[in-house]
């Protein structure tokens, strides 16, 4: 534990975070949503959402007090609802405009268009990321206090925009420039309570990590002709097994220099993350995440996808066990956060089927 000592009367934990949910608590949540789900064809969804975080915030304990979510199923079905009566129609008139000037013959213009409108949903992606966390925080209280953001989002779909094409175009090489700079804009417009979030992650450490996943294509070329390429000198095609094994073996190998980055890319981040007096650490190494992926494909695929629905708590309770603070917190200074509190309640986000909780 290394948070200092906050306010008189408050005993000093082992850890400033702790998750004391259990899978067999969580299960009659997840079954029923799961049930309902299926009965209300996936309406449901949304009022599950806010059953498993309930849940989840309830069994997660900072520092001398339980976490609260205070979102609804209502607010997020209305905010959904919202989305879609404005982006569908708008994009059900600009794909038959891109149709019509096709078969007319103007194909450069109905390019020009498709571009743009192409470049339009990059940026919704970034302004309901943005949206999502400023609706996640303000949902979330603790000592009667929540969290919040800048009011809007727009400008920062724009930078996603943006930085994700400079991060793309040099071949890639500057996606953890692109991810490390969109992740500090994104919580330097947060806050929580009187503070706000200071975000100062570089690249330092992941440049080599990336172009080991920049390289992994190569070097499973490298990989499967050897092990190929033994059969044909024998004079035969390579056994199945031996091409089965084969391919296994290099979706191995990429997905475990993809997870080395992204590992190395959360320790960067949430370790330069600063909330007024408090400092933040993630500890979770290469072989953690591997642990929980593995976990979440041997659940889905044993449970011939029932178990899907666990997904969420196993995230959380990874993210919370490797998450740690340090720092000095003061509750007779905190007061209400001044931020907006996003009414439209992740109806992007969800349009998108973004997020892991």
Do not use: C
């Amino acid at each position: 534990m290394n948070m200092a000592a906050h306010d008189a009367g408050f005993d000093t934990p082992d850890s400033a975070f702790v998750f004391t949910g259990r899978w067999r608590e969580f299960l009659p949540i997840a079954v029923t949503n799961l049930l309902l789900t299926i009965v209300t064809l996936g309406i449901y969804r949304f009022w599950a959402t806010t059953r498993t975080r309930r849940y989840l915030w309830a069994n997660t304990q900072f520092i001398d007090d339980r976490l609260e979510w205070a979102g609804t199923g209502g607010e997020m079905f209305r905010g959904f609802l919202v989305v879609l009566l404005l982006f569908v129609p708008a994009l059900l008139i600009v794909q038959s405009g891109i149709e019509a000037l096709a078969m007319r013959g103007e194909l450069a213009l109905a390019g020009l268009i498709a571009v743009i409108a192409y470049a339009g949903l990059i940026m919704l992606v970034g302004v309901a990321r943005y949206r999502a966390l400023r609706y996640r925080l303000s949902r979330t209280y603790w000592h009667g206090i929540h969290g919040g953001g800048t009011s809007g989002g727009w400008g920062y779909g724009a930078s996603y925009l943006a930085k994700s094409l400079l991060g793309a175009l040099p071949l890639g090489l500057a996606i953890p420039w692109s991810m490390t700079a969109l992740w500090n804009e994104r919580w330097n417009a947060m806050g929580f309570g009187p503070h706000r979030f200071a975000a100062e992650a570089s690249t330092t450490g992941l440049m080599g990590r990336w172009l080991l996943v920049l390289a992994s294509p190569v070097l499973v070329v490298l990989f499967l002709v050897p092990m190929l390429g033994l059969g044909a000198v024998a004079g035969a095609t390579p056994s199945p097994v031996t091409a089965v094994f084969a391919v296994l073996l290099a979706y191995a190998l990429i997905a475990l220099l993809g997870a080395g980055y992204y590992a190395a890319f959360m320790r960067e981040v949430i370790g330069n993350l600063a909330l007024g007096p408090l400092r933040f650490t993630f500890t979770a190494r290469t072989a953690d995440w591997i642990r929980l992926f593995l976990g979440h494909a041997l659940l889905v695929i044993g449970t011939l996808g029932l178990g899907a629905g666990f997904i969420a708590y196993r995230n959380w309770a990874f993210f919370i066990r490797h998450l740690e603070a340090m720092g000095h917190v003061d509750l007779d200074a905190l007061t209400q956060s001044p931020d907006a509190t996003g009414g439209d309640a992740e109806g992007l986000a969800t349009a998108f089927d973004i997020g892991a909780i």
